[in-house]
């Protein structure tokens, strides 16, 4: 009867989201009501549930989805996206340039969101097609499986935070990872899907390429270079590295110590790194930056709203024991808790749309059973954010970025998009199942 209520839950949950287009805040708040008095919770601990769930999100993850918004508009005004990719171009080269592109877009996308970056980074790969006569479909879909694997996976992106924060994982063990994870699994299903399938799916945009290349990256003077972008993307990341290795090195009694877990802490370094930008970018302002505080500011509002629902909707799951009678039942059939995290989150990102929505729910699950199992939160966590990737629906408002940005058919933009997605989740899944192998071995790195 609770997989029938939660199920239930979900198909009410796709309906007010896709065909009533209720706002996802809304949406979720509701159902959580709904699957509560479905499955008998008494009123005064299904409210607190789902205030509590509310709440526990936000005190997690709230200062830092609201600096990573911060840092992330930043650069986007300053054009500290285009100096990424003009950076790459130049180190990888135009003939390498869909690697160039999806290495662009693993970076751009950890403080810039999905549909920003990809408007901003479209034109180039048009151009790019243009020039070189490499398919178009490479370029859009290197672009973009680059962008949702970054959003997905690697912190400070409200996602992988929020399951990072909910499986009580190191943070710097997690931002290490999922970096070693995330460019294999993005180039798999970003550059390799792409040109192994662009003959059979796209046959009339191959044949055209050219070999004597004559494009010029521009470098506008203007521009936030991309040396000085990726420094500021990597600097918070940096400061939760360092106060991840001090804390396994040094006594936190110790002056040192104590400085390095300060800097360390996820609110501080992220503040840090958004101070560090508002120094460093200045000069390429071409508007007070209390107007683009301002302006994130009121992005980060629904990005708050919808993370703190998605944390009430999977708090409203767990109290009425759907949660332990999902894993529990899975663990039945003998399923390792990293694939059930996988699993769970795929289905969950296909139902509703969001990924994000996805990732807070099936963390909020799966937390629970990590310590019992003797699962590394790490890589159950990873394994999580692997299962947002893949299968980008029409109910998914990337689905629909990309569709019309593109200028592709539906059928094209699930050949190139949708799939391109799900091999590369795939494909970190795969990462995540090789270190776990290392587990056992080397358990202080997991």
Same mark, same amino acid.
């Not at 000085?228 to 001090?246: D, K, N, S, V, Y």
């Given at each position: 009867?609770?997989?029938?209520?939660?199920?239930?839950?979900?198909?009410?949950?796709?309906? &007010?989201?896709?065909?009533?287009?209720?706002?996802?805040?809304?949406?979720?708040?509701?159902?959580?009501?709904?699957?509560?008095?479905?499955?008998? &919770?008494?009123?005064?601990?299904?409210?607190?549930?789902?205030?509590?769930?509310?709440?526990?999100?936000?005190?997690?993850?709230?200062?830092?989805?609201? %600096?990573?918004?911060?840092?992330?508009?930043?650069?986007?005004?300053?054009?500290?996206?285009?100096?990424?990719?003009? %950076?790459? #171009?130049?180190?990888?080269?135009?003939?390498?340039?869909?690697?160039?592109?999806?290495?662009?877009?693993?970076?751009?996308?950890?403080?810039?969101?999905?549909?920003?970056?990809?408007?901003?980074?479209?034109?180039?790969?048009?151009?790019?097609?243009?020039?070189?006569?490499?398919?178009?479909? +490479?370029? $859009?879909?290197?672009?973009?499986?680059?962008?949702?694997?970054?959003?997905?996976?690697?912190?400070?992106?409200?996602?992988?935070?929020?399951?990072?924060?909910?499986?009580?994982?190191?943070?710097?063990?997690?931002?290490? *990872?999922? %970096?070693?994870?995330?460019?294999?699994?993005?180039?798999?299903?970003?550059?390799?899907?792409?040109? /192994?399938?662009?003959?059979?799916?796209?046959?009339?945009?191959?044949?055209?390429?050219?070999?004597?290349?004559?494009?010029?990256?521009?470098?506008?003077?203007?521009?936030?270079?991309?040396?000085?972008?990726?420094?500021?993307?990597?600097?918070?990341?940096? #400061?939760?590295?360092?106060?991840?290795?001090?804390?396994?090195?040094?006594?936190?009694?110790?002056?040192?110590?104590?400085?390095?877990? /300060?800097?360390?802490?996820?609110?501080?370094?992220?503040?840090?790194? $958004?101070?560090?930008?508002?120094?460093?970018?200045?000069?390429?302002?071409?508007?007070?930056?209390?107007?683009?505080?301002?302006?994130?500011?009121?992005?980060?509002?629904?990005?708050?709203?919808?993370?703190?629902?998605?944390?009430?909707?999977?708090?409203?799951?767990?109290?009425?024991?759907?949660?332990? *009678?999902?894993?529990?039942?899975?663990?039945?059939?003998?399923?390792?808790?990293? #694939?059930?995290?996988?699993?769970? @989150?795929?289905? &969950?990102?296909?139902?509703?749309?969001?990924?994000?929505?996805?990732?807070?729910?099936?963390?909020?699950?799966?937390?629970?059973?990590?310590?019992?199992?003797?699962?590394?939160?790490?890589?159950?966590?990873?394994?999580?954010? @692997?299962?947002?990737?893949?299968?980008?629906?029409?109910?998914?408002?990337?689905?629909?970025?990309?569709? +019309?940005?593109?200028?592709? !058919?539906?059928?094209?933009?699930?050949?190139?998009?949708?799939?391109?997605? /799900?091999?590369?989740?795939? !494909?970190?899944? $795969?990462? $995540?199942?090789?270190?776990?192998? /290392?587990?056992?071995?080397?358990?202080?790195?997991?």
């Amino acid at each position: 009867m609770l997989m029938v209520v939660f199920l239930l839950g979900i198909a009410l949950l796709m309906l &007010l989201i896709i065909k009533f287009k209720i706002n996802p805040f809304l949406a979720l708040l509701f159902t959580s009501i709904i699957i509560g008095f479905g499955a008998g &919770l008494p009123v005064p601990k299904m409210v607190g549930s789902i205030s509590s769930g509310f709440g526990g999100t936000m005190g997690g993850i709230g200062i830092v989805i609201a %600096l990573g918004i911060i840092l992330g508009q930043l650069l986007y005004e300053t054009g500290g996206t285009e100096g990424i990719a003009s %950076l790459a #171009l130049k180190k990888i080269g135009v003939k390498n340039s869909p690697v160039a592109l999806c290495i662009t877009a693993v970076i751009v996308a950890i403080p810039v969101y999905f549909d920003a970056a990809f408007v901003i980074l479209v034109n180039l790969a048009k151009q790019l097609s243009e020039k070189t006569g490499i398919p178009l479909v +490479r370029y $859009v879909t290197a672009l973009g499986v680059g962008l949702i694997i970054g959003h997905c996976v690697i912190i400070p992106t409200p996602g992988p935070m929020a399951v990072a924060d909910a499986v009580a994982a190191p943070m710097g063990s997690f931002v290490l *990872y999922s %970096l070693v994870i995330c460019v294999p699994a993005a180039l798999v299903g970003g550059v390799l899907y792409s040109k /192994f399938t662009a003959p059979i799916f796209f046959s009339e945009q191959c044949g055209h390429e050219k070999n004597n290349i004559d494009f010029d990256v521009d470098d506008a003077k203007d521009r936030c270079p991309g040396t000085l972008a990726i420094g500021l993307i990597l600097f918070p990341i940096t #400061l939760i590295l360092i106060g991840t290795i001090a804390g396994a090195l040094l006594d936190k009694e110790t002056a040192l110590g104590a400085a390095c877990a /300060f800097i360390g802490d996820k609110n501080v370094a992220l503040f840090i790194g $958004v101070v560090a930008a508002l120094f460093m970018l200045r000069p390429y302002f071409k508007r007070p930056s209390e107007e683009m505080i301002t302006e994130a500011g009121s992005q980060a509002g629904m990005v708050l709203l919808i993370t703190g629902a998605g944390g009430s909707f999977g708090a409203i799951i767990n109290a009425t024991g759907i949660g332990d *009678y999902i894993v529990a039942t899975m663990q039945d059939f003998n399923v390792p808790l990293m #694939l059930l995290g996988f699993i769970l @989150c795929q289905i &969950l990102r296909a139902a509703q749309g969001s990924a994000t929505v996805a990732l807070v729910t099936t963390a909020a699950i799966v937390a629970p059973s990590i310590s019992a199992v003797g699962a590394s939160p790490v890589l159950v966590g990873l394994a999580i954010c @692997c299962g947002a990737v893949g299968l980008s629906l029409p109910n998914d408002s990337g689905f629909w970025v990309v569709n +019309r940005f593109s200028g592709f !058919t539906f059928p094209q933009t699930m050949k190139a998009w949708t799939l391109g997605g /799900f091999i590369a989740g795939l !494909t970190g899944l $795969v990462i $995540v199942l090789i270190l776990s192998l /290392f587990q056992n071995a080397l358990p202080g790195l997991f």
